[in-house]
């Protein structure tokens, strides 16, 4: 007995020790940025961090300047916040700082899929061939039709011109964004209609896990919580499977790459369903409330309205749509809508907020613009939260909160992209992608289908807030670092399709 709670009481001490020493002994030592350990062993910051993370660095900044260590449950965070300083971070040419290890451990907990050596580059060659260039015109193609296809409802329950109808504006986006998008890139079966129903099925289970995952990510679920994502995780899996994909006809020749590559390396199907699933939350988790953002302010703001329709109106010319036919639009319109490319540009500015985040391998030492040199610690993180350190800084973009749909427009009319800090040109002046080895390779796309939408909703449909006085939302404060933000709230809407002529 009594050796028992001796053994039991000094595997408490080693336990207690390990988790809390982190905290307790670590101290600053001469080059390395400021230290900031909270008052809580551990955990640090970890609470105001959750809670609302901009809100935090900010505090953080304030108190402290350009660079600044805190200790975030068990792990030291080294956060950049000066611009000029980005550059050897992200280009890293000595190889010290890693991206991989600390995208393999999220996306292992978050979709249960073990990366192998290389996926990577392998995802990043998929998307140049297939996300870009010439193999973006094809998938483009196919975006408009299912977007025709979502939008205007297939044949017998179609929608009817000249009606008004009412909904969530945020719903609404992500919900059509979401299906369109998926059918393009995971494939349609012989049942359009039936394809319909699984893609309005995935995207209810997919809301639920969406809105579960800030604090999975931050280990805060309850035990309940815990099990409903475990349950829908083998929901997506299933229905994600690589069975049911084979089945299917148009799967898009991005998808097709990657899964033959993953076959080849001998990766398990079960490990190719989570992949998928993997991949149906990087493509389509951002572009549905990014374009909320947009058309709320466009909403919110009538001479924006009126440019980006003026830009339609030029660009795409009288157009007339006819009963159960897809939207007649000329795809080469979208290189060619700056006040359109500007209102996208200034939207993510405001609402896309991810976080950068690199493993330091080994000691490194970080030359920032001023010739000041910091130290980071093998073990340590280095992260970059473009948000606060670029697009609100009232140096680079003045009045940063107002939503400006001119911003990213010359006044010639060409794309403006000359920003200035301190007087010096800043080559970052947004970061809504990430930036770097890890930069989002879907962006061109994601760019284009959600162009398309909102050329389509404002070509085609009549719009108006249901309460024209309604504010446009605060963001839901624990969407901060996840990439593009959510409202605290939705925002009511109507709209209704003009009649065919
Ligand atoms: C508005 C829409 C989007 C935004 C704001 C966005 C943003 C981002 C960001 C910030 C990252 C991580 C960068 C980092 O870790 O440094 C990322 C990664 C990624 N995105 Fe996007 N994205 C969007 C749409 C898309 C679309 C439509 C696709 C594909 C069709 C896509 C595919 C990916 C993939 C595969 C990765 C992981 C890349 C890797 O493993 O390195 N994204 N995205
Ligand atoms: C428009 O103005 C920008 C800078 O204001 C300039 O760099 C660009 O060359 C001009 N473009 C044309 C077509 O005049």
Same mark, same amino acid.
């Given at each position: ?16 020790? #390990?988790?809390? $020493? ?14 900031? @350990? &909270?008052?809580?062993?551990? /955990? ?10 901009? =809100? ?14 805190? $200790?975030?449950?068990?792990? #030291? ?16 040419? +000595? ?57 205007? +409802? ?30 393009? /890139? ?7 209609? %039936? ?47 690589? @069975? ?39 493509? %389509? &988790?951002? !572009? ?27 660009? /795409?010319?009288?157009?007339?749509? =006819? ?11 979208? *290189? ?41 610690? %093998? ?49 970052? #002046? !947004? ?17 284009? =289908? ?33 990439? !593009?933000? *959510? ?15």
């Amino acid at each position: 007995m009594v050796l028992w709670s001796l053994v039991l009481g000094l595997l408490l001490v080693v336990i207690v020790g #390990y988790l809390f $020493l982190p905290g307790l002994l670590r101290q600053r030592r001469p080059q390395e940025p400021p230290l900031d @350990k &909270g008052t809580v062993p551990w /955990l640090g910051h970890a609470l105001a961090f959750r809670k609302n993370m901009f =809100e935090f660095l900010k505090r953080m900044q304030a108190k402290h300047g350009e660079v600044f260590t805190v $200790l975030l449950g068990g792990q #030291y965070f080294h956060f950049v916040m000066d611009p000029f300083s980005f550059g050897p971070i992200l280009k890293d040419s +000595r190889r010290k700082l890693d991206f991989v290890q600390y995208a393999q451990e999220l996306v292992l907990k978050v979709f249960g899929y073990s990366p192998m050596q290389g996926d990577n580059n392998m995802v990043h060659s998929a998307s140049t061939k297939y996300l870009m260039g010439d193999g973006l015109e094809e998938l483009n193609e196919v975006m408009l039709d299912s977007l025709s296809l979502v939008m205007l +409802r297939p044949k017998g329950q179609s929608l009817d011109a000249g009606c008004w109808y009412e909904d969530g504006l945020f719903h609404f986006c992500y919900n059509i964004l979401f299906k369109a998008g998926y059918l393009s /890139l995971f494939g349609y079966t012989k049942d359009k209609e %039936q394809d319909l129903l699984q893609a309005e099925d995935l995207f209810t289970q997919f809301r639920k896990y969406d809105l579960l995952f800030p604090r999975f990510v931050y280990s805060l679920l309850g035990p309940r919580e815990w099990l409903e994502v475990g349950r829908l995780q083998s929901f997506f899996h299933k229905m994600l499977s690589v @069975k049911h994909t084979q089945e299917k006809d148009g799967l898009s020749n991005w998808v097709a790459y990657m899964l033959q590559s993953l076959r080849e390396q001998g990766v398990t199907p079960a490990m190719q369903d989570k992949f998928n699933f993997m991949m149906l939350w990087a493509s %389509q &988790g951002n !572009t549905g409330p990014t374009s909320f953002w947009a058309l709320l302010f466009l909403l919110k703001h009538p001479e924006a309205m009126r440019a980006v329709k003026e830009e339609a109106t030029q660009v /795409l010319g009288k157009v007339r749509l =006819e009963a159960e036919q897809p939207f007649p639009f000329k795809l080469s319109a979208l *290189q060619h809508t700056p006040v359109l490319d500007s209102v996208m540009e200034e939207t993510l500015r405001l609402r896309a907020a991810p976080t950068l985040i690199r493993a330091v391998c080994k000691d490194y030492i970080l030359k920032m613009a001023s010739g000041k040199e910091y130290l980071f610690r %093998q073990g340590d993180m280095v992260a970059l939260f473009p948000y606060l350190s670029v697009h609100m800084d009232p140096e680079i973009h003045p009045e940063p909160t107002a939503f400006k749909y001119n911003r990213f427009l010359n006044p010639n009319g060409s794309r403006k992209v000359d920003f200035y800090k301190a007087g010096k040109k800043i080559h970052h #002046y !947004t970061m809504p992608w990430g930036s770097g080895v890890s930069i989002c390779p879907g962006r061109f796309l994601a760019l284009s =289908e959600m162009k398309l939408f909102i050329l389509l909703m404002v070509t085609y449909f009549d719009l108006e807030l249901v309460d024209p006085g309604t504010p446009v939302p605060p963001v839901d404060p624990q969407r901060w670092g996840f990439g !593009t933000t *959510q409202p605290s709230h939705d925002v009511h809407f109507r709209y209704r399709l003009q009649p065919a002529q």
